[in-house]
Structure formats: C-alpha cells, structure tokens
C-alpha cells in the first residue's frame, strides 16, 4: 500500500505561482509514476503531469511551459510547480501514483483547492 499527502493550495490571482508537494510513504517500489490530475467544477477529472520512476515526464497541453512536475526521491516527495496560474486552472488536484503494469493509477490522495482569482 502506498500513502500519498498533499499539500500547498490556495488562493492565488492571475498570472502567479504556486506549488504543490505530495508526500509518499509505504510501498513506494512498487509505484512506476506519480503525477497529479485535477477536477474543476462540473468538469471531469483530468491529467495534468506525470514523472516516472526513471524521470519521464508528461505534461497536458494546457499546462506545457506554465508547470513543471519534478521528485525528490530522497524524500519520497513530488512537486508541481504551476506558473502563469489563469482562472481555467482553478481545481481540486490530487497527486497519484500508478503501480508498473497498471494502466491507470491506483492511489489517489485526498485533494487541495487552488483557486485562481483576482
């Protein structure tokens, strides 16, 4: 079992920064990829990044050259780093983690708010 804790939302207006971290503890050998996906309201949920285990990375359309997805394996840690933040990416994101061979991730931690407004 893998645990995943995330912290760092908030309220930023338009145009600034924020970054999220998400903590893991457990099992973390068994996870191939981290990444984080968000929901907006009435919206569904969707990819934003993901980092492999070996260090690829995959980013959303939306999201390419405003955020950056990075690990610090020393302590089991992830980051999204989100720039030039626009009210479209006001959501609730939440870090997962996809064990190899799965075909979609597993383990879900429990959310944070960023909202995006002026």
């Known amino acids: 079992q893998v645990q995943l804790v995330e912290s760092g939302g908030g309220l930023v207006q338009p145009g600034g920064s924020l970054r999220l971290s998400c903590a893991a503890s457990g099992s973390i050998f068994i996870i191939y990829d981290m990444g984080w996906y968000r929901q907006a309201p009435g919206k569904q949920r969707e990819l934003v990044a993901t980092i492999t285990s070996g260090g690829s990375l995959n980013y959303a359309d939306s999201v390419k050259g405003r955020f950056t997805i990075s690990r610090d394996n020393a302590k089991n840690t992830v980051y999204l780093q989100m720039n030039s933040l626009k009210p479209e990416d006001t959501a609730v994101y939440y870090c997962?983690?996809?064990?190899?061979?799965?075909?979609?991730?597993?383990?879900w931690g429990q959310g944070t708010q960023v909202t995006v407004s002026s």
């Open positions: 997962t983690g996809r064990e190899y061979g799965d075909s979609k991730p597993g383990y």
